[in-house]
């Protein structure tokens, strides 16, 4: 078998040796098997648990988040001066249990969202992985997390609505208050009392938040990681990982942000005199900037970056438990 110019690098030389071990077995008569892997199915399922499961820990910073968007909204006196007061201030005023507001919903986004990213991510990837088995390029694997993301986004958007909605509700008077009692109950009132298509108020921005995130995510890492790599003091180790998904949270927080809090405003908007609030995203830019200053388009940032480093890491712990589980179980002989 002629491999030798395809022992030039690594990844030709794994597929060689593949080759090589396929023709053998042709050659000998001997039957070609495949590694048993996990169906398309549990994958999908196993990536929302994984989301689901990291949620539950992560949940108080998503409320604190969504307090520190609203807090100040239309000029008026801020609720909370820092996100530590925040956390302070729910604590005090609605219990350990408040600061898990919101948390039904905060677990059906992740069953829809991360879902069905991931099923069209792996869809779209395998479409554009070449019939020899070469993956899609950088760029094309960016585009298709872009559009795997946006489409996740659309699909979770009710979700998120009624999210922002709970989480919401504690900081208003009791008489103004939605009083959901769990995120069912959110969606049947808000189609009921609003109209189905009040339950994907603010896809647009909840969208481009999803663009914004997986495209800031890749550039920065990728850039962060050879930034390190080439300083001399890192090598290409867990360590090395750590810093650059770090410094790549930064990034992705401060790009994301401004997109985040146009969402929140406009999924948490109320009608005056027949009215809503804002007109767009833009509309709520631009009245940030204008009312409360254009640094509190990054309001909430703490409880944001805090949230996305521990999400990441235990949604991949939680699925690599799970997949090791499935295969100690299902796929053993």
Known sequence: FPCTTLFRSSCCRRRTVTLCRYFLAMGTGTEVTRPRTSPKAIKFLFGGLAGMGATVFVQPLDLVKNRMQLSGEGAKVKEYKTSFHAVGSILRHEGLRGIYTGLSAGLLRQATYTTTRLGIYTILFEKLTKEDGTPPNFFMKALIGMTAGAIGAFVGTPAEVALIRMTADGRLPVDQRRGYANVFNALVRI????????????????????????????ASYSQSKQFLLDSGYFRDDILCHFCASMISGLVTTAASMPVDIAKTRIQNMRMIDGKPEYKNGLDVLLKVVRYEGF???????????????????????????????????????
């Open 191 to 218: 189609s009921r009392e609003e109209g189905v298509a009040t339950m994907w108020r603010g896809c647009v921005p909840t969208m481009a938040r999803a663009v914004v995130v997986n495209a800031a995510q890749l």
């Open 295 to 333: 640094f509190s388009l990054w309001k909430g940032f703490t409880p944001y970056y805090a949230r996305l480093g521990p999400h990441t890491v235990l949604t991949f712990i939680f699925l690599e438990q799970m997949n090791k589980f499935y295969k100690k179980f299902f796929l053993s002989n």
